[in-house]
């Protein structure tokens, strides 16, 4: 399956600095395996979904996709190691999951292999912003 020639070319196309990242969206993090069959009317495994949406991005030639850090490394060997996996879902050892079903911290996306994380509510929701933010940043960047 191709996207329409234009909403990945188009969004290249009109990057006028050449330094913007095309990045599609494969599954939300928020959705476990059965909401995503039963919700999408999927009969794939969250696995198989994921791979065939980040190979149909690829293919249009976006620069990388959304998805769970879970997800990083069968992209990757799907697509190319190049192709780019930037990762919401990410949580605090510390911190309550909320709605999130597909969850890691943020030493641990850097170690399956994330180009970038997504935080909101580790920090958003913690009593000190500034120092939950700084964690986050320490764990990103421990190896």
Not at 61 to 72: K, W
Not at 82 to 98: A, K, Y
Not at 100 to 127: D, F
Request: with cysteine.
């Amino acid at each position: 399956m191709r996207l329409k020639k234009g909403l990945v070319q188009a969004a290249k196309d009109y990057n006028l600095t050449d330094t913007t990242k095309i990045l599609a969206v494969t599954e939300l993090t928020s959705f476990s395996e059965t909401q995503m069959q039963q919700e999408q009317a999927v009969n794939k495994s969250m696995p198989e979904m994921v791979t065939h949406l980040a190979k149909i991005a690829y293919q249009n030639g976006a620069d990388g996709v959304i998805c769970s850090a879970l997800e990083n490394e069968m992209i990757h060997q799907n697509t190319s190691e190049e192709f780019l996996c930037v990762n919401p879902g990410i949580r605090l050892s510390s911190d309550n999951n909320d709605d999130q079903q597909r969850v890691v911290n943020p030493k641990k996306a850097r170690k399956l292999g994330s180009n970038g994380i997504v935080v909101g509510r580790s920090i958003t929701k913690a009593e000190k912003p500034n120092a939950a933010y700084k964690q986050i940043l320490n764990e990103w960047s421990s190896k």
